[in-house]
C-alpha cells in the first residue's frame, strides 16, 4: 500500500513539473539571437527545438518585423547571412528592396542567393 502511494505521489509530481516552451518563448529567444548576431546560438536554438528557419519566418516577428528585416536593421551580419542561405530565394527576392535600405552587406548577399 505504501509503495503505490508512493508511486503515485511521484509520478503526480513528475507530471506537474513539466516544462513548456510557448511560441512567445520560442521568438523571443530567436529575436534575441537576431539582434545581438549570434549565429551559433541560433543554430543550436534552433536545431534543439527541431525548428527550420523556413518553417518559423512567416510566423515570428520581432518588433513587427520579419526575421530578416529585424536583422538588418540590427546590422546582425552573421545571422542575416545564415537567414539568407537558409530561405528560399522567392523569399529572399521579395525581401530585398527593405533588405537594401537597411544593410549594404545583406543586400548584395541576398542579390547573390537570388542569381
Known sequence: MKKTLIITSLLAV?????P??????????????????DKT???SFLKNKKLKVRTIFDKVQCNGKNLLI??????SLDTGEFLIGKLPK???KANLADIAKLSAHLAEDAKERIE
Open 14 to 18: 513528475a507530471t506537474l513539473n513539466v
Open 20 to 37: 513548456t516552451a510557448s511560441a512567445d518563448d520560442i521568438s523571443m529567444r530567436v529575436c534575441e539571437y537576431v539582434s545581438v548576431n
Open 41 to 43: 546560438r541560433l543554430r
Open 70 to 75: 529585424f536583422a538588418a536593421e540590427h546590422k
Open 90 to 92: 522567392k523569399t529572399v
